[in-house]
T-cell receptor
Framework: KNEVEQSPQNLTAQEGEFITINCSYS?????LHWLQQHPGGGIVSLFM???GKKKHGRLIATINIQEKHSSLHITASHPRDSAVYIC?????????????FGKGTKLSVKP | DSGVTQTPKHLITATGQRVTLRCSPR?????VYWYQQSLDQGLQFLIH???????AKGNILERFSAQQFPDLHSELNLSSLELGDSALYFC?????????????FGEGSWLTVV
């Protein structure tokens, strides 16, 4: 069974700081999702990656398949980045898969 | 806007009742996934449909059922509701099946059982 763990659970930062959120999983996978959940509840898919690094604006996601670890970085953080960030990996059961989610990292960026 | 539409956005109902949550996937997406998010359990996978057929089942209770219709919209039926069923229910869609597909989430349906 795939376990997905995130750290830290809660993170408070000052505006402008560089932020790192970590995700580790127990079973070898080939793709991992990073999601952002806004205070209102909606979920947005930020990245899906299977190797290396992806960048979108101030967000950078990296994954190391051998070490079963991924990181989400936010550069020059802003209060609007305050949200819950969730990583999710695919878990294979039977012939099909489904996402297994970490418990999320609650980020609060203070002005 | 992800293109995934869920209705209703909020629902309050009494224990023992039955509700139906509806989901319209993004145009062109054949896969629909249902997830439950509760305060203590986090996000959990319930069920996955692809082009009208059930493809994977997660921690879905027997009181819950789902289906995907020929027009690809999906419904999640929750019956004999209990207080513990109060949660945020998400629908998501993707073009294909499994990893390698970006998943798009709806805004969720807040269910409160009183």
């Amino acid at each position: 069974k795939n376990e997905v763990e995130q750290s830290p659970q809660n993170l408070t930062a000052q505006e402008g700081e560089f932020i790192t959120i970590n995700c580790s999983y127990s079973v070898g996978i080939s793709a991992l999702h990073w999601l952002q959940q806004h205070p209102g509840g909606g979920i947005v898919s930020l990245f899906m990656l299977s190797s290396g690094k992806k960048k979108h604006g101030r967000l950078i996601a990296t994954i190391n398949i051998q070490e079963k670890h991924s990181s989400l970085h936010i550069t020059a953080s802003h209060p609007r980045d305050s949200a819950v960030y969730i990583c999710a990996s695919w878990n294979y059961g039977g012939s099909q898969g489904n996402l297994i989610f970490g418990k999320g990292t609650k980020l609060s960026v203070k002005p | 806007d992800s293109g995934v539409t869920q209705t209703p956005k909020h629902l309050i109902t009494a224990t023992g009742q039955r509700v139906t949550l509806r989901c319209s996937p993004r145009s062109g997406d054949l896969s629909v996934y249902w997830y439950q998010q509760s305060l203590d359990q986090g996000l959990q996978f319930l069920i996955h449909y692809y082009n009208g057929e059930e493809r994977a089942k997660g921690n879905i209770l027997e009181r819950f059922s789902a289906q995907q219709f020929p027009d690809l919209h999906s419904e999640l039926n929750l019956s004999s509701l209990e207080l513990g069923d109060s949660a945020l229910y998400f629908c998501a869609s993707s073009v294909g099946v499994g990893q390698g597909n970006t998943i798009y989430f709806g805004e969720g349906s807040w269910l409160t059982v009183v």
